[in-house]
């Protein structure tokens, strides 16, 4: 994060004569001072509201962008004041785009005012706004906000449920895609040790089972702040993961599910990405924790039903 220009800004005296450059130099000073002061202190992304649904009506797709505050990765503000409907129009290329949407800057019309001593005319006001756009995921556009992912393939959009940067205080961040994942893997797995511990296999917590149990709590305490970073819920979710292979890794035999959630785990822990590991690396490895949902819901669904008998 940085900046290429050197802030500079008007030295006035008496008897400068003031010219249309000095003023817009004046103007540029303090912009890029709050567009510094943004950035440094608040990050680039969603800082609240700005979510989108992407909606089909017959072969058009119309992406609903609500009211909401971003930052780009210049420190700049945009601000989209009411929601909005965006008709999309479907890529030629199949692949994964990003919706951003962009500030732009335009002459007011209503604003002319004459040139001294001429008979031009020309806007004395610049009018921000902003303007949404698609385009492919690889391309980095520093003056817009980054809205969603959306998937082309054959003709057809897909909206992508993968996190965008965010920024703000983190009372008022966009919540992350991430966030509801965690929540069920630590509702799902409390569930599936409370349900063990009453069965003859599991009298006693070992010393892995009170660490598991202990990660499932801490974690829930942790995601109780709204707007938690993704870079904590990845975090969070790995150090689950590594105390979840402590617990079913010694785990005595009990279902084949359970055997099999069990060979899952191992793999996934032993893929975790190290602390100084950037955010991409971490998403990879998140999209399969999310696969250990599905599992483990069938885990806790057949726990349910036969506890009783392993009593």
Not at 93 to 102: C, I, R, S
Not at 199 to 214: P, V
Request: hydrophobic letters at 35%; charged letters at 25%; aromatic letters at 10%.
């Amino acid at each position: 994060m940085g900046f290429e220009h050197t802030l500079k800004r008007l030295n006035p005296f008496e008897g400068l004569c003031l010219t249309a450059g000095d003023l817009l130099d004046e103007q540029v000073y303090h912009r890029r001072s709050l567009q510094r002061h943004a950035l440094f202190m608040h990050g680039y992304g969603i800082v609240m509201g700005m979510q989108v649904e992407l909606e089909q009506d017959k072969k058009r797709y119309i992406a609903i962008i609500k009211s909401g505050y971003g930052i780009t990765s210049q420190g700049q503000g945009v601000h989209l004041m009411f929601d909005v409907k965006v008709p999309l129009e479907v890529p030629k290329n199949d692949g994964e785009y990003m919706l951003w949407v962009f500030h732009t800057e335009q002459p007011e019309a209503d604003s002319q005012r004459p040139v001294f001593d001429t008979n031009e005319m020309r806007e004395s006001r610049i009018k921000e706004g902003c303007s949404p756009r698609l385009h492919p995921i690889e391309e980095e556009h520093p003056d817009g906000v980054a809205l969603c992912r959306i998937n082309v393939r054959l003709g057809r959009m897909v909206q992508v449920q993968l996190p965008v940067p965010r920024a703000g205080r983190a009372s008022r961040a966009a919540e992350s895609y991430l966030k509801p994942r965690v929540l069920e893997f630590v509702r799902l797995s409390k569930k599936i040790m409370s349900n063990l511990f009453r069965t003859t296999l599991l009298k006693e917590m070992s010393i892995g089972a009170f660490g598991y149990y202990s990660a499932l709590i801490a974690a829930e305490f942790i995601l109780i702040e709204e707007g938690t970073t993704d870079r904590v819920l990845y975090r969070t979710a790995g150090a689950i993961i590594n105390y979840a292979h402590d617990f079913y890794d010694p785990l005595p035999r009990t279902t084949d599910r359970i055997q099999q959630f069990t060979d899952f785990v191992r793999r996934v822990n032993a893929e975790i990405p190290g602390p100084d590991q950037g955010d991409e690396t971490w998403l990879r490895w998140f999209q399969q924790f999310e696969r250990l949902l599905q599992p483990l819901q069938r885990i806790g669904d057949e726990l349910e039903k036969t506890v009783d008998a392993m009593r």
